[in-house]
């Protein structure tokens, strides 16, 4: 069954913390993983990674996909407490258009 | 304002009826997606549409049916509802590919 585990589920830091998000997953025929940023309301797309090794960045934000391993991380460095919210990873479902497999996040607060 | 807009934002509504949740996507997207955000399920897809023809199905109940009519809005009609279909419901639109932009979310509450 294709599923997609994030670890740790949640995260207290302090600003100017660095932390690092994991995301698992299995699925047949993958295509691309995708991080999100949900505070609120509504995800906000991050990255969307396919090719493994290659790092993506923005800004504080960074996430590297292993397609070997299975996994993703997303790194946010010098956290802000505006960097509070969930994270989300997905993965595409197999010969399903383009719907996406969505772990249940990890909840990351940042205090000051 | 990231384009895809959704009515209502929030509805509390009893068991045993029926909602209509409405979705316009961003101008130029052909493809709707709907999601259910529940506490305990996390972000599950229930149903896409491409220009108006069901493309994939996902975790969609029966009681659950969605359609994409030719101005490209979509509606979601949840019927006999139950309180486990309490939830953050949310609409996504793409031109077609791999990223794409989520509505606000219609907050359902039943009772």
């Known amino acids: 069954e294709d599923k997609v585990v994030q670890s740790p589920l949640s995260l207290v830091v302090h600003e100017g913390d660095t932390v690092t998000l994991n995301c698992s997953y299995e699925v047949t025929n993958f295509r691309s993983l995708l991080w999100y940023k949900q505070e609120k309301k509504a995800p906000t797309f991050l990255f969307m990674l396919?090719?493994?090794?290659i790092e993506k960045k923005s800004g504080r934000l960074s996430s590297i996909l292993d397609k070997k391993e299975l996994f993703s991380i997303l790194n946010i460095t010098a956290t802000q407490t505006g960097d509070s919210a969930v994270y989300l990873c997905a993965v595409h479902y197999p010969n399903s258009g383009y719907a996406l497999n969505f772990g249940k996040g990890t909840s990351l607060l940042v205090t000051p | 304002d990231s384009g895809v807009t959704q009515t209502p934002k929030h509805l509390i509504t009893a068991t045993g009826q029926r909602v209509t949740l409405r979705c316009s996507p961003r101008s130029g997207d052909l493809s709707v997606y709907w999601y259910q955000q529940s506490l305990d399920q996390g972000l599950q897809f229930l149903i896409q549409y491409y220009n108006g023809e069901e493309r994939a199905k996902g975790n969609i109940l029966e009681r659950f049916s969605a359609q994409q009519f030719p101005d490209l809005h979509s509606e979601l009609n949840l019927s006999s509802l139950e309180l486990g279909d309490s939830a953050l419901y949310f609409c996504a639109s793409s031109e077609e590919g791999y990223g794409y932009t989520f509505g606000s979310g219609t907050r359902l509450t039943v009772v």
């Open positions: 396919t090719s493994s090794g």
